[in-house]
């Protein structure tokens, strides 16, 4: 039986005072994770918004045993937690049918890009670890610059807008797909999850929490100043994501691929495209060519599935 | 004479910020390559690069970390474009293995550090000089680089050229030690004509590509440059080689070739290190600061001088070449020296090392993330002067 929203519990692990953005999406996304880690486990945060925004002198919005740590090696860190753990229950000191979470999060730079690496590393050998990455899409912290996550079309700082960042040959044409990396490296649990379906996203983040192996959850974490939305935007956004069908709802299960969030009637892109200020530049040409790499993106999960969980577009 | 490009910033007077300033005058050196990673406080030039860039003809590519922004680079260099990327502490660390690879490959290569507070991610809006000794020591091996101190938005500029110039004539890795306050510092800067820019191009072998040609030919001190991307059969390579590229384990060629390397800049120092001295001829007390903390310490001075204390400053204004015989000469004309700087003591070392035995050196450590303000500089120097 799916989770109702009032099956989420009350008690708050990641509390008020923090300094995130209004409307920021990643916020939603960490009040869940905690809640859902009920006050237990350890966080190794990457360096991104969250970090800075969630610890910041004197206080702390965590109550939960949280280390920051350098940009690129969060999954390098959460594997030498983990590690720890198996050492300190072998010799006694902690007991040895203690299960004690531990979650990494890191935004999609320290994932896509710098912490690549790390990530790759610590799902081949396969830590028990919950790795969540909240994607906004930029490098929202150092100031909007493109990340292997930003997807085609998008401005940011380091993308200007012309015609030798829209249609030149350094443009970056798809985003990096982690589903496929995590199907790659074969892992038990990977899932998308979205803030505007809250009783999915915390579903899922607790059945990661109850596999052994590592995990992988890829958060759609809207940030409305790097987007150009307005704040009371970020809920709006991201379910116009998920209709479009820019963004799927999915869970990868020791092999298997389900979509969760079935849309039988996608919106046309230029929905989801036209309320954000940093696609705003896009002409007919552009915003055809997105709907054709949403298509395309879209035929290939519901091959995946092997029935069409995704419809066509309803204009 | 050179051909500029049209869109290059034109001769005249701007008020620009620091880190603009030094993408613009990277520009106008001729650098056409740029790889960089997003780190604060340096991304503006990232920013202005990747805007820029692509009107002059040239190519920005955002990397996926620090170790392939300077790896990138040195391949664009290589190829025979000059090439950039900035950073700042953190980024810096991770491209220290390349500092080795660019020095023992002698690709000329300039990397802007915007300092920051450190160590590890520090505070990283503030400012922090915590990276002079990282500069020349922080890759393994032996091996030599040419850092600069820019103190001003217009120094920032002209150092940016000058690294370029520097990278380019001695076949090296070129460093400008920029910091969060002059990057971010929006200040006054002329722009000259071009006719008075020098712009010093690698020297490239005078025979064709497909003659032999010694990329690291130690008869001479720095040897002219193949080009592989002009048609030249190249071998580059980071283990010890010889003359030819081709890696070696024999005991003359790692001695020759580090000799070499090493040699190519102490032997030249004197004609790359520089400096400023700011009422030394008759000063008691010397004051050894550089980059933004100089702009609090000349002030100081001119405050004192006119309690008619002699004091003096020096401003080195490349730390690596350091200029240690001028910081011995005039250490043996004064019987105080005190050093301010934004860290816990690192150009200290280098002072205390080249001073004279009997001279008082006092050192001001300061590592709040801010610049140190006059008063504080001053009270330090009245403490030792006793007034």
């Not at chain 1, 649990?189 to 505007?196: E, F, I, M, Q, R």
């Not at chain 1, 055809?288 to 995946?304: C, H, P, T």
Request: hydrophobic share 40%; glycine share 8%; proline share 7%.
């Amino acid at each position: 039986m799916p989770i109702r929203i009032w099956d989420i519990p009350r008690e708050e692990y990641f509390v008020s005072g923090h300094r995130l953005c209004p409307g920021c999406g990643a916020g939603i996304i960490m009040r869940h994770l905690a809640k859902a880690l009920g006050g237990k486990g350890i966080i190794a945060h990457a360096t991104g918004c969250v970090e800075v925004s969630t610890t910041y002198y004197p206080e702390t919005s965590w109550r939960i045993p949280w280390i920051h740590v350098a940009f690129e090696n969060v999954a390098a860190v959460a594997s030498g937690i983990e590690a720890a753990y198996k050492v300190l229950k072998r010799k006694g000191i902690v007991d040895p049918n203690k299960d004690v979470k531990i979650v990494a999060v890191a935004g999609d730079g320290g994932t896509f890009d710098i912490g690549f690496q790390a990530l790759s590393g610590m799902l081949e050998r396969g830590h028990d670890v919950l790795y969540l990455v909240y994607d906004n899409e930029a490098y929202m912290n150092t100031g909007i610059q493109r990340s292997g996550s930003t997807p085609f079309g998008a401005w940011t700082t380091t993308t200007p807008v012309g015609d030798v960042w829209i249609y030149g040959e350094w443009r970056p044409k798809t985003r990096k797909d982690l589903l496929f990396i995590a199907m790659a490296h074969n892992i038990p649990y990977y899932a998308t999850v979205n803030p505007a379906y809250i009783t999915d996203l915390y579903e899922k983040i607790s059945k990661a929490l109850t596999i052994k192996g590592p995990k992988l959850i890829h958060a759609f974490s809207p940030c409305p100043p790097g987007w150009r939305i307005n704040d009371d935007d970020t809920i709006r956004v991201s379910r116009l994501a998920v209709q479009t069908g820019v963004w799927i709802n999915l869970e990868y299960v020791n092999g298997v691929v389900r979509v969760t969030t079935p849309v039988p009637r996608r919106r046309p892109v230029e929905e989801y495209l036209k309320i954000q200020g940093r696609f705003r530049h896009l002409d007919k040409e552009a915003i055809e060519k997105i709907q054709a790499m949403v298509d395309e993106y879209v035929a290939k999960i519901n091959k995946l599935v092997g029935k069409e969980v995704i419809g066509p577009v309803e204009r | 004479m050179k051909s500029f490009h049209p869109r290059l910033l034109k001769p005249g007077r701007y008020f620009m910020q620091g880190n603009i300033a030094t993408a613009e005058a990277a520009l106008i050196a001729g650098c056409r390559f740029y790889a960089g990673y997003p780190i604060t406080p340096s991304n503006e030039i990232a920013e202005w690069m990747s805007r820029r860039l692509p009107e002059v003809g040239g190519v920005f590519i955002q990397m996926e970390d620090e170790i392939g922004s300077i790896v990138a680079v040195l391949g664009a260099s290589a190829a025979g474009v000059k090439a950039m990327t900035a950073t700042s502490g953190p980024g810096f660390s991770l491209m220290m293995e390349s500092v080795g690879l660019a020095s023992m490959m002698e690709i000329p290569a300039v990397i802007v550090n915007v300092m920051r507070a450190g160590p590890s991610t520090g505070i990283p809006t503030l400012v922090g000089q915590g990276d002079i000794m990282q500069a020349k020591w922080g890759s393994h091996g032996d091996y030599e680089i040419i850092a600069y101190l820019p103190s001003s938005v217009q120094e920032v500029f002209d150092m940016t050229i000058k690294a370029f110039n520097m990278a380019e004539k001695y076949r090296v890795l070129t460093i400008v030690l920029s910091d969060q306050v002059i990057g971010h510092m929006i200040g006054k800067l002329v722009v000259p004509d071009y006719e008075e820019i020098e712009i010093i191009d690698r020297e490239l072998p005078d025979v064709p590509p497909e003659k032999l040609v010694y990329p690291f030919d130690n008869s001479r001190l720095i040897p002219p440059m193949p080009i592989a991307g002009a048609g030249y059969r190249v071998n580059y390579d980071s283990l010890t080689h010889d003359e030819r590229g081709y890696p070696s384990v024999d005991r003359d060629v790692s001695f020759r070739l580090v000799s070499r390397l090493v040699r190519k800049i102490r032997e030249n120092e004197k004609a790359i290190a520089e400096w400023e001295e700011y009422y030394t001829d008759d000063a008691d007390i010397l004051l050894v600061a550089y980059g933004c903390t100089a702009r609090s310490a000349k002030e100081v001075v001119k405050k004192l001088r006119r309690e008619n204390i002699r004091i003096g400053l020096f401003r080195p204004k490349t730390a690596w070449p350091f200029p240690w015989w001028r910081m011995n000469e005039l250490s043996k004309r004064v019987s105080k020296i005190v050093v301010a700087e934004i860290n816990m003591g690192q150009m200290l070392h280098l002072v205390r090392e080249y001073s004279a035995r009997d001279v008082e050196i006092v050192h001001v450590p300061y590592a709040p993330g801010y610049m140190p303000p006059p008063s504080y500089i001053e009270n330090i120097v009245r403490g030792v002067y006793g007034a």
